[in-house]
């Protein structure tokens, strides 16, 4: 099980740090990834890393903005987001890649 957590409200301009901690799994035992659903929207890609942590991708709209890491010794995929816009409210999730059950995500609220 993964569970998605270190959302909050925080001004145009400023960062987060989200946490997903993996349950019954390792997390170098899958490429994990981070996808959102902003308010109206579809849930859509955001950032993974490659089971060997060696590899990363992100969406063109967070690209250079949020880095996607990892701590095995705490069984632990992080999400550091920067420059944060308000297109980026939405509640953020946590899962492998493909997905597999959905758990319970983090809101994530920017103000303008």
């Known amino acids: 099980q993964l569970q998605a957590f270190g959302g909050g409200l925080v001004q145009t301009g400023g960062s987060l740090r989200l946490s997903c901690a993996a349950s019954?799994?390792?997390?170098?035992?899958?490429?994990l990834g981070w996808f959102r659903q902003g308010p109206g929207k579809g849930r859509e890609f955001v950032a993974v890393?490659?089971?060997?942590?060696?590899?990363?991708h992100y969406a063109d709209s967070v690209k250079g903005r949020f880095t996607i890491s990892r701590d095995v010794t705490k069984n632990t995929v992080y999400l550091q987001m920067n420059s944060l816009k308000p297109e980026d409210t939405a509640v953020y999730y946590c899962?492998?890649?493909?997905?597999?059950?959905w758990g319970q995500g983090t809101l994530v609220t920017v103000s303008s």
């Open positions: 890393i490659s089971w060997s942590g060696t590899s990363t």
């Open positions: 019954g799994r390792a997390v170098n035992d899958y490429a």
């Open positions: 899962n492998t890649l493909p997905p597999g059950n």
